[in-house]
């Protein structure tokens, strides 16, 4: 029966029911609790090994305190996952190192929580990815390892020039997940230098367009949590004061 727990730990249960002369309901409450705790854990952690997330942090271990331009309330609403629910992305826009990454990582851990599946790439790649497959005549096999994951996290689009074949593809797959797929995407480009990214002004309106259909999007205005350190010890000028 693939009762794992249970097999380990029928005897000492069995023992604490008697000792404590446990009604038959309790014990088997106490069993089934125990076995479905292990099973849950099992599942998360194997989820959580497929999304290929590049580091796993959770929300709690962010530091709000720090990025005083996030809503704490809108990201707590958004752990609840209903975004997910209702097939809406969320767009986390912002410079290097103020945490997009570790948003978008931990938010996937809250929905692997609720039983969801996620994958996490970043947009090069995915483009890498999908150029390969369609080398080799797989380009369908390979839009559907990014199509079925009910959480897709598309991370860093705008680090790297985007060419004109990579940026098909992208469309491609953003119309396929479209209002029924939800993702979410992170930028250090705003949504006006997206033209520049994609390499083609009409592709990257298409793709706003469906991105942003049903979209939540968080602007990351601060500091460099890498430069963290450094800016306490007066060693970088903080951002405020070296962009106009
Ligand atoms: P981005 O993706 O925006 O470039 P990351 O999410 O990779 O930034 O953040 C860079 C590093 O700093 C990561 O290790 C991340 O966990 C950490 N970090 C960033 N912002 C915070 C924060 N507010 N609280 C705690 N850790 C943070
Ligand atoms: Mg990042």
Known sequence: LRL?????????LLQEATAKELSYTDFLDQVLTEEV???????????????????????ESFDFGYQPSLDKKQ??????????EHGDNVVLLGPPGVGKTHLAVGLGLKAIARGYRVLFTTAA?????LTRAASEGRLEDRLKVYTVPRLLILDEIGYLPIDRAGATFVFQLISRRYEKGPMILTSNQSFGAWGD????????????????????????????????????????????????
């Open 37 to 59: 705790a292990s099973k849950t854990a099992k599942h998360v952690t194997m989820r959580t090994h497929l999304a290929r997330f590049p580091f796993v942090k959770s929300l």
């Open 125 to 129: 790649g995915m483009i890498t990815a």
């Open 197 to 244: 990214v994609f390499g083609d002004r009409v592709i990257a309106t298409a793709i706003l367009d469906r991105v942003l259909h049903h979209a939540i999007t968080l602007n990351i205005r601060g500091n460099s949590y890498r430069l963290k350190d450094k800016l306490k010890a007066g060693l970088v000028k903080p951002v405020e004061a070296t962009t106009t």
């Open 75 to 84: 990201l707590q609403t958004l752990s609840s996952c209903h975004f997910i």
């Open 4 to 12: 794992f727990k249970s097999r380990e730990r029928v005897e000492a």
